[in-house]
T-cell receptor
Framework: AQSVTQLGSHVSVSEGALVLLRCNYSSSVPPYLFWYVQYPNQGLQLLLK??????LVKGINGFEAEFKKSETSFHLTKPSAHMSDAAEYFCAVSDSPDKLIFGTGTRLQVFP | DGGITQSPKYLFRKEGQNVTLSCEQN?????MYWYRQDPGQGLRLIYYSQIVNDFQKGDIAEGYSVSREKKESFPLTVTSAQKNPTAFYLC??????????????FGSGTQLSVL
């Protein structure tokens, strides 16, 4: 079965600093990969997704992620953090047409 | 506006009681899902349904039951057999079973606590 591992349950950055959230996947076939964001007491919203069209994927709110097959990684980045980016972020891989497997999440804190 | 509505937002369960969480969508999606979220554990799949009158167990189905009598509705019952029900429950949907690259649409969740 496919899985994802998110390194770091908590990440803290200063406003204006680079955001880097790490995600590694395990898959024997080219996967579909997703990043979702969750604000407190809300559902998840899609940030971006990789479906093999391009290795660098741009999403909403200035986030982007690069698919690196050699490293089995799909790390999420943003050049300059904003206070409104504080949330929990989930990496996910599509296990089959039926299911999506989520990582354990990374909580991002942004300090002024 | 199209979307997924979960109710109630907060729910309390007494010992030995069954409770039902509501999930309604007006997106005309075939596939619907229930996830359980616990701190530090991410989202775990409870049940999913690809079509009316059919559903499958996910990774943690024990102590839960579902029904799919209508396309737009997918209620989740937390039974008394679920010994640790306190969690945030999320309902989601997507267009269909073959839409592997399609995103999930999520409701805003129900926080279930035990009295």
């Amino acid at each position: 079965a496919q899985s994802v591992t998110q390194l770091g349950s908590h990440v803290s950055v200063s406003e204006g600093a680079l955001v880097l959230l790490r995600c590694n996947y395990s898959s024997s076939v080219p996967p579909y990969l997703f990043w979702y964001v969750q604000y407190p007491n809300q559902g998840l919203q899609l940030l971006l997704k990789y479906t093999s069209a391009a290795t660098l994927v741009k999403g909403i709110n200035g986030f982007e992620a690069e698919f690196k097959k050699s490293e089995t990684s799909f790390h999420l980045t943003k050049p300059s953090a904003h206070m409104s980016d504080a949330a929990e972020y989930f990496c996910a891989v599509s296990d089959s047409p039926d299911k999506l497997i989520f990582g354990t999440g990374t909580r991002l804190q942004v300090f002024p | 506006d199209g979307g997924i509505t979960q109710s109630p937002k907060y729910l309390f369960r007494k010992e030995g009681q069954n409770v039902t969480l509501s999930c309604e969508q007006n997106l005309n999606h075939d596939a619907m899902y229930w996830y359980r979220q616990d701190p530090g554990q991410g989202l775990r799949l409870i049940y999913y349904s690809q079509i009316v009158n059919d559903f499958q167990k996910g990774d943690i189905a024990e102590g839960y039951s579902v029904s799919r009598e209508k396309k737009e509705s997918f209620p989740l019952t937390v039974t008394s057999a679920q010994k640790n029900p306190t969690a945030f429950y999320l309902c989601a949907s997507k267009p269909g079973r073959h839409a592997q690259g399609e995103k999930l649409f999520f409701g805003s969740g129900t926080q279930l606590s035990v009295l």
